[in-house]
């Protein structure tokens, strides 16, 4: 079977290119488990005795640890201890392109016969390849596609006559995902913020002891929770001192005359990126102040025409930069078009405020 997807990119130069990738789909890429009485393979990697001596899991498992876990917990993996691990494809690309050192020290973990990390090649499996959705990020959608493959391997499995206590455990840091994984049938999911996660494979392993509180469900959980919570207000924090500091730059200049780029095209605005300052903002061709002009969103390009003038991705434009205080408590950073110059939409170019401080340097 064969999907294939055509693009336009484009180039450095600015000429345009096309792209047409071809994903080939197949139904001979095995599971690799001893346990399988299904598929043809020749020799199997997975074995039927994937028991780790611990508490935490009694029943034969495979792992499935996810790009984050594999990145910041490949010491653990590479223990002696550590067997019968899945590794999927979306989750070695995802790494060869995030950290050179950890994929090299995958790949020989791969490698080596006696850890039994099987590598699944569910990005050109019929059954595990998933197409990027409208509106999804491609990090969404490779969780989608790790959570996918983690639901075949329980299905799949589920048919073998030895495998009923086998489980499928999907290694996961990630909140979102762990949700959505409890949504699809047979997978357990385990996810903790990466310290814990850490020290329980450490003790897993007979790597270091642990206090006993942390082997305690319900005491692990409400500790777990309090971890993800200040990360969550740590991560709001941080949003919003850059905002504040944003502001403050931008304050002190009044309105700024820039050139930037369409980096999307939505369907009452664009977002512009002002290379000068790294910044990114939205011109919106919709107020409630303003008669809306007439605008035409077109999917394909995608473009957006605005009277008579279309707008695609990577377009030059020229765009004010201005601090809107008018609500003082939510300023915010405002754009509009200059160039192209389109009648009732766009602004004059602002007084070029900024010479006069250049002047009091040259006395
Ligand atoms: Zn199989």
């Not at 310290?195 to 270091?208: E, F, K, N, Q």
């Not at 977002?271 to 300052?277: A, Q």
């Not at 110059?341 to 004059?348: A, K, N």
């Amino acid at each position: 079977m064969l999907k294939s997807k055509t693009f336009v990119k484009k180039t450095r130069s600015g000429g345009v290119m096309k792209i047409v990738r071809e994903h080939y789909l197949r139904d001979d890429i095995w599971c690799g488990s001893e346990f399988c009485v299904e598929c043809k393979h020749d020799s199997t990697v997975l074995q039927k005795e994937a028991v780790i001596e611990s508490d935490l899991c009694s029943s034969p498992h495979y792992i499935i640890p996810d790009t984050n876990v594999v990145l910041h917990q490949i010491d653990i993996l590479e223990d002696p201890l550590i067997k019968n691990v899945i590794v999927l494809q979306t989750v070695l690309q995802e790494i060869r392109h995030r950290s050179a050192p950890v994929y090299k020290r995958i790949k020989d973990v791969i490698h080596t016969a006696a850890k039994h990390f099987y590598t699944f090649t569910n990005e050109h499996h019929r059954e595990t390849f998933i197409e990027r959705e409208q509106g999804e990020s491609a990090n969404d959608r490779n969780d989608r596609a790790i959570r996918t493959a983690a639901q075949w391997y329980s299905e799949h499995l589920k048919k073998a006559p030895d495998a009923q206590d086998l489980k499928i455990i999907l290694l996961t840091n990630d909140k979102a995902n762990k949700q959505k994984a409890e949504e699809c049938a047979g997978i357990i999911t385990l996810r903790y913020a990466d310290i814990i996660v850490h020290r329980l494979l450490a003790v897993a392993i007979g790597a270091d002891c642990t206090d006993p509180d942390l082997l305690d469900k319900h005491k692990r959980s409400a500790l777990c929770n309090n971890l993800n919570y200040r990360h969550k207000m740590a991560q709001y924090a941080q949003r919003a001192s850059v905002a504040l500091h944003t502001q403050l730059f931008f304050k002190s200049r009044g309105v700024l005359n820039e050139e930037g780029f369409i980096l999307f095209v939505r369907k009452n605005a664009i977002i512009v990126l002002i290379p000068k300052f790294g910044l990114e903002g939205t011109v919106f061709f919709e107020s409630k102040d303003k008669i809306t002009p007439p605008l035409t969103f077109n999917e394909e390009g995608p473009t957006l025409t605005v009277q008579n003038h279309t707008f695609h991705l990577f377009d030059r434009v020229k765009v004010t930069i201005s601090l809107d205080s008018s609500n003082i408590q939510h300023q915010k950073i405002r754009m509009s078009i200059i160039e192209p110059v389109i009648p009732g939409v766009s602004v004059d170019p602002p007084e070029m405020e900024p010479q006069t401080k250049k002047a009091r340097l040259n006395p």
